[in-house]
């Protein structure tokens, strides 16, 4: 698949976004633990988060993963994962788990892998669109999503989530 490819404003060097691969699913991991204590102030299990990322890997219909790589290194990911739409007869594609690092912010990451889903949902005649989910109180990414012309007055989402 193709990349996308911009000079970062760290260290002018180009940044590029690909499909992850099963060997990054280590640092996909940790960046989700990174997440969930930043945004949500909660501790995963490291066992089940191992587990879960490499469930996406062995089963592409559960998602793929991107990752922005800045000089080899990787600096951040996301979670595609597809939703059926008996509305449109087409597949909605959810953006999750999203994560760039701290260092790596306001430095056009996120909007790169945006970007490239965004590439990936329009050249599949089978994907209507693309949705995500933000808590509210994350008023950071919220201004960022609606700064990369994402609108989030449609829909609220609800869940309901088995105790463990």
């Known amino acids: 698949l193709f990349l996308f490819a911009q000079r970062s404003k760290i260290n002018k060097k180009m940044v590029r976004i690909r499909l992850a691969l099963e060997e990054d699913k280590k640092t996909i991991a940790r960046f989700q633990q990174e997440m969930a204590k930043e945004t949500e102030n909660i501790e995963l299990d490291n066992d089940v988060l191992i587990s879960g990322v490499t469930a996406v890997f062995r089963d592409p219909a559960k998602g793929k993963y991107l990752v ?5 290194q990787i600096v951040g990911s996301m979670l595609l994962t597809p939703e059926w739409s008996d509305w449109r007869d087409k597949w909605v594609l959810w953006l999750q788990s999203v994560y ?16 490239f889903a965004k590439q990936i949902a329009k050249r599949d005649e089978d994907v209507a669109g693309m949705r995500l989910y933000v808590d509210n109180s994350n008023e950071k990414a919220i201004q960022v ?10 829909y609220r989402v609800f869940e309901w989530m088995k105790k463990e």
């Open 68 to 72: 922005a790589e800045d000089d080899k």
């Open 100 to 115: 760039v690092l701290p260092e790596f912010r306001r430095k056009n990451i996120f909007s790169l892998m945006y970007e």
């Open 145 to 154: 999503y609606k700064a990369i012309g994402m609108n989030g007055d449609h």
